[in-house]
Protein backbone atom coordinates (compact mmCIF):
# COMPACT_ATOMS: atom_id res chain seq x y z
CA UNK A 1 0.00 0.00 0.00
CA UNK A 2 1.22 3.63 -0.60
CA UNK A 3 2.49 5.87 2.35
CA UNK A 4 -0.10 8.79 1.96
CA UNK A 5 1.89 10.53 4.54
CA UNK A 6 5.01 11.90 2.55
CA UNK A 7 2.52 13.76 0.04
CA UNK A 8 2.65 17.59 0.48
CA UNK A 9 1.84 18.28 -2.87
CA UNK A 10 -0.93 18.33 -5.29
CA UNK A 11 -0.63 17.45 -8.82
CA UNK A 12 -3.86 17.93 -10.85
CA UNK A 13 -4.17 16.29 -13.96
CA UNK A 14 -7.55 17.50 -15.53
CA UNK A 15 -9.34 15.15 -18.00
CA UNK A 16 -10.66 16.47 -21.12
CA UNK A 17 -12.46 13.21 -22.62
CA UNK A 18 -12.83 9.67 -21.75
CA UNK A 19 -10.67 6.50 -23.16
CA UNK A 20 -13.06 3.43 -23.72
CA UNK A 21 -10.29 0.40 -23.39
CA UNK A 22 -8.83 -1.65 -21.00
CA UNK A 23 -5.30 -0.15 -21.76
CA UNK A 24 -4.83 -1.21 -25.35
CA UNK A 25 -4.63 1.30 -29.09
CA UNK A 26 -4.42 4.43 -26.17
CA UNK A 27 -3.46 6.81 -29.19
CA UNK A 28 -6.69 5.74 -31.64
CA UNK A 29 -9.30 8.04 -31.70
CA UNK A 30 -11.78 5.24 -32.02
CA UNK A 31 -10.78 4.39 -28.26
CA UNK A 32 -12.29 7.54 -26.82
CA UNK A 33 -15.34 9.48 -26.43
CA UNK A 34 -13.72 13.22 -27.85
CA UNK A 35 -15.76 15.94 -28.70
CA UNK A 36 -15.84 17.13 -32.54
CA UNK A 37 -12.99 19.60 -32.49
CA UNK A 38 -10.92 16.96 -30.37
CA UNK A 39 -10.79 14.75 -33.41
CA UNK A 40 -8.42 14.76 -36.60
CA UNK A 41 -9.73 16.59 -39.21
CA UNK A 42 -6.81 16.11 -42.47
CA UNK A 43 -9.29 18.91 -44.05
CA UNK A 44 -8.26 21.70 -42.45
CA UNK A 45 -5.00 20.14 -40.96
CA UNK A 46 -6.08 19.35 -37.50
CA UNK A 47 -4.31 16.30 -35.79
CA UNK A 48 -5.93 14.31 -33.32
CA UNK A 49 -5.84 15.45 -29.40
CA UNK A 50 -5.37 11.94 -28.19
CA UNK A 51 -1.18 12.78 -27.84
CA UNK A 52 -2.13 15.91 -25.69
CA UNK A 53 -4.24 13.55 -22.75
CA UNK A 54 -1.35 11.38 -23.22
CA UNK A 55 1.40 14.08 -22.47
CA UNK A 56 -0.71 15.78 -20.14
CA UNK A 57 -1.04 12.33 -18.14
CA UNK A 58 3.14 11.83 -18.67
CA UNK A 59 4.01 15.32 -17.45
CA UNK A 60 1.86 15.27 -14.33
CA UNK A 61 3.38 11.64 -13.34
CA UNK A 62 6.65 12.27 -13.75
CA UNK A 63 6.73 15.09 -11.25
CA UNK A 64 7.04 12.59 -8.72
CA UNK A 65 10.48 11.90 -10.33
CA UNK A 66 11.65 15.23 -8.87
CA UNK A 67 9.48 15.46 -6.03
CA UNK A 68 9.01 12.62 -3.84
CA UNK A 69 5.96 14.35 -2.30
CA UNK A 70 3.89 14.28 -5.40
CA UNK A 71 0.84 13.19 -5.54
CA UNK A 72 -0.85 12.92 -8.40
CA UNK A 73 -4.82 13.43 -9.05
CA UNK A 74 -6.69 12.64 -11.92
CA UNK A 75 -9.91 14.90 -11.97
CA UNK A 76 -12.65 14.31 -13.71
CA UNK A 77 -16.79 12.99 -13.64
CA UNK A 78 -18.88 10.41 -15.64
CA UNK A 79 -19.93 12.49 -18.39
CA UNK A 80 -23.39 12.09 -19.50
CA UNK A 81 -23.72 9.32 -21.87
CA UNK A 82 -20.45 7.78 -20.81
CA UNK A 83 -19.44 4.76 -19.04
CA UNK A 84 -16.79 6.05 -16.28
CA UNK A 85 -15.51 9.06 -15.07
CA UNK A 86 -13.12 10.58 -17.12
CA UNK A 87 -10.17 10.37 -14.52
CA UNK A 88 -11.08 6.92 -14.00
CA UNK A 89 -9.71 5.93 -17.84
CA UNK A 90 -7.10 8.52 -17.24
CA UNK A 91 -5.82 6.38 -14.75
CA UNK A 92 -6.38 3.16 -16.85
CA UNK A 93 -4.26 5.22 -19.46
CA UNK A 94 -1.48 5.76 -16.69
CA UNK A 95 -1.12 2.28 -16.13
CA UNK A 96 -1.00 1.02 -19.72
CA UNK A 97 2.10 3.64 -20.21
CA UNK A 98 4.07 2.39 -17.19
CA UNK A 99 3.05 -1.27 -17.88
CA UNK A 100 4.74 -0.56 -21.81
CA UNK A 101 7.62 1.67 -20.22
CA UNK A 102 6.70 5.05 -22.38
CA UNK A 103 6.34 6.52 -18.38
CA UNK A 104 8.85 5.50 -15.80
CA UNK A 105 7.09 2.61 -13.92
CA UNK A 106 9.06 4.21 -10.80
CA UNK A 107 7.50 7.17 -11.49
CA UNK A 108 4.04 5.67 -11.68
CA UNK A 109 4.24 3.69 -8.38
CA UNK A 110 5.42 6.61 -6.61
CA UNK A 111 2.59 9.36 -7.52
CA UNK A 112 -0.29 7.32 -6.11
CA UNK A 113 -2.16 7.85 -8.75
CA UNK A 114 -5.53 8.56 -7.10
CA UNK A 115 -8.68 10.21 -9.06
CA UNK A 116 -11.43 12.51 -8.39
CA UNK A 117 -14.67 11.37 -10.22
CA UNK A 118 -16.98 14.00 -9.82
CA UNK A 119 -16.17 17.31 -11.55
CA UNK A 120 -17.86 18.96 -14.31
CA UNK A 121 -15.73 21.89 -14.97
CA UNK A 122 -12.25 23.59 -14.00
CA UNK A 123 -13.53 25.08 -10.78
CA UNK A 124 -14.57 21.85 -9.97
CA UNK A 125 -11.01 20.08 -10.89
CA UNK A 126 -8.89 22.84 -8.75
CA UNK A 127 -11.43 22.50 -5.52
CA UNK A 128 -12.57 19.19 -5.46
CA UNK A 129 -9.03 17.79 -6.35
CA UNK A 130 -7.98 19.28 -3.03
CA UNK A 131 -10.96 18.23 -0.65
CA UNK A 132 -9.91 14.23 -2.04
CA UNK A 133 -6.41 15.32 -1.20
CA UNK A 134 -7.72 15.60 2.30
CA UNK A 135 -9.74 12.47 1.84
CA UNK A 136 -6.46 10.61 1.58
CA UNK A 137 -4.01 12.02 3.33
CA UNK A 138 -5.83 13.23 5.69
CA UNK A 139 -4.71 16.98 5.60
CA UNK A 140 -4.30 19.62 3.00
CA UNK A 141 -1.66 19.50 0.34
CA UNK A 142 1.02 22.41 1.05
CA UNK A 143 1.36 23.20 -2.49
CA UNK A 144 -1.13 22.78 -5.94
CA UNK A 145 0.81 22.32 -9.46
CA UNK A 146 -2.31 22.13 -11.74
CA UNK A 147 -1.39 20.10 -15.57
CA UNK A 148 -4.03 21.63 -18.30
CA UNK A 149 -4.11 23.27 -21.31
CA UNK A 150 -1.54 26.37 -21.60
CA UNK A 151 -5.02 28.40 -22.87
CA UNK A 152 -6.41 27.55 -19.62
CA UNK A 153 -3.85 29.15 -17.21
CA UNK A 154 -5.19 32.25 -16.57
CA UNK A 155 -8.58 31.16 -15.89
CA UNK A 156 -6.82 29.25 -12.85
CA UNK A 157 -5.09 31.52 -11.98
CA UNK A 158 -7.45 34.86 -12.13
CA UNK A 159 -10.29 33.20 -11.64
CA UNK A 160 -10.64 29.59 -9.62
CA UNK A 161 -8.05 29.76 -7.06
CA UNK A 162 -8.85 33.35 -5.37
CA UNK A 163 -12.37 32.25 -5.74
CA UNK A 164 -11.29 29.46 -3.06
CA UNK A 165 -9.28 31.33 -1.87
CA UNK A 166 -5.92 29.45 -2.73
CA UNK A 167 -2.50 31.30 -1.63
CA UNK A 168 -1.01 31.87 -5.15
CA UNK A 169 2.39 31.32 -3.37
CA UNK A 170 1.50 27.83 -3.44
CA UNK A 171 0.16 27.26 -6.64
CA UNK A 172 1.79 26.35 -9.82
CA UNK A 173 0.36 25.23 -13.69
CA UNK A 174 2.22 23.14 -16.26
CA UNK A 175 0.05 24.07 -19.54
CA UNK A 176 0.44 21.59 -22.57
CA UNK A 177 -1.88 22.99 -25.62
CA UNK A 178 -3.29 20.65 -28.31
CA UNK A 179 -1.64 20.69 -31.64
CA UNK A 180 -3.90 23.59 -33.24
CA UNK A 181 -5.19 23.71 -37.46
CA UNK A 182 -4.14 26.54 -39.12
CA UNK A 183 -6.59 29.72 -37.95
CA UNK A 184 -7.69 27.62 -35.20
CA UNK A 185 -5.80 28.67 -32.24
CA UNK A 186 -7.26 32.53 -32.36
CA UNK A 187 -10.88 31.06 -32.54
CA UNK A 188 -9.50 28.84 -28.95
CA UNK A 189 -8.28 31.47 -27.57
CA UNK A 190 -11.19 33.82 -27.87
CA UNK A 191 -13.37 30.79 -26.82
CA UNK A 192 -11.46 30.79 -23.67
CA UNK A 193 -11.65 34.32 -23.18
CA UNK A 194 -15.02 34.11 -23.33
CA UNK A 195 -15.36 32.01 -20.65
CA UNK A 196 -13.08 33.07 -18.50
CA UNK A 197 -15.71 36.18 -18.75
CA UNK A 198 -17.83 33.90 -17.78
CA UNK A 199 -15.95 32.89 -14.35
CA UNK A 200 -15.61 36.58 -13.97
CA UNK A 201 -18.81 37.23 -13.60
CA UNK A 202 -20.04 33.85 -11.97
CA UNK A 203 -16.68 32.82 -10.14
CA UNK A 204 -18.60 29.44 -8.50
CA UNK A 205 -20.01 28.68 -11.83
CA UNK A 206 -23.80 28.05 -10.73
CA UNK A 207 -25.43 30.87 -12.98
CA UNK A 208 -27.48 30.73 -16.20
CA UNK A 209 -24.69 29.58 -18.65
CA UNK A 210 -22.24 28.05 -16.21
CA UNK A 211 -24.51 26.03 -14.43
CA UNK A 212 -26.20 25.05 -17.60
CA UNK A 213 -22.83 23.56 -18.88
CA UNK A 214 -22.30 21.72 -16.01
CA UNK A 215 -26.13 20.04 -16.16
CA UNK A 216 -25.71 19.05 -19.49
CA UNK A 217 -22.52 17.28 -18.83
CA UNK A 218 -24.08 15.16 -15.93
CA UNK A 219 -23.35 17.70 -12.48
CA UNK A 220 -25.08 15.76 -9.87
CA UNK A 221 -25.48 18.05 -6.82
CA UNK A 222 -27.20 15.69 -4.65
CA UNK A 223 -24.68 12.71 -5.01
CA UNK A 224 -21.36 14.44 -5.12
CA UNK A 225 -21.74 16.83 -2.51
CA UNK A 226 -22.29 14.47 0.79
CA UNK A 227 -18.87 12.48 -0.35
CA UNK A 228 -17.34 15.35 -0.91
CA UNK A 229 -18.26 17.11 2.58
CA UNK A 230 -17.56 13.64 4.57
CA UNK A 231 -14.27 14.73 6.20
CA UNK A 232 -14.37 18.17 5.50
CA UNK A 233 -14.13 21.08 8.23
CA UNK A 234 -16.89 23.38 8.36
CA UNK A 235 -15.77 26.22 6.63
CA UNK A 236 -15.01 23.95 3.50
CA UNK A 237 -18.75 22.44 4.01
CA UNK A 238 -20.12 25.74 3.85
CA UNK A 239 -17.65 26.61 0.72
CA UNK A 240 -19.19 23.88 -1.46
CA UNK A 241 -22.44 25.20 -1.71
CA UNK A 242 -21.39 29.12 -1.53
CA UNK A 243 -23.04 31.08 -4.58
CA UNK A 244 -21.18 34.07 -4.47
CA UNK A 245 -23.61 35.86 -2.43
CA UNK A 246 -26.07 38.67 -3.89
CA UNK A 247 -24.76 39.35 -6.51
CA UNK A 248 -23.37 35.86 -7.40
CA UNK A 249 -19.69 37.00 -7.35
CA UNK A 250 -18.69 37.70 -3.78
CA UNK A 251 -15.81 35.31 -2.75
CA UNK A 252 -16.09 33.49 -0.17
CA UNK A 253 -15.76 35.35 3.25
CA UNK A 254 -14.41 33.10 5.79
CA UNK A 255 -10.95 32.26 6.24
CA UNK A 256 -10.16 28.44 5.37
CA UNK A 257 -7.75 26.11 6.48
CA UNK A 258 -5.27 26.02 3.17
CA UNK A 259 -4.50 29.86 3.88
Known amino acids: ?28 EDQWIMKPYQRADPKIGKKSETATFLKHIIDGVRFSLRDPTALVMFSGGQIAGTPRPESESYYIVAQALADSQILEPMAWSRCGGYTETFSTDSYQNLLFSIIRFRQVTKRFPR ?3 VVSHAFKKDRFMRCHAPAIRWPMRKFSFHGVDPPFAPGEQEKVFAGEKATRDEFERDPYGIGAFLGKKRAERGWNAAEAIPELESECEKKVVRLLSWKGGDDGKTIFPDTLPWE
Open 1 to 28: STDVSRFEHLIIVCCNATYLGDGGKIGD
Open 143 to 145: HVT
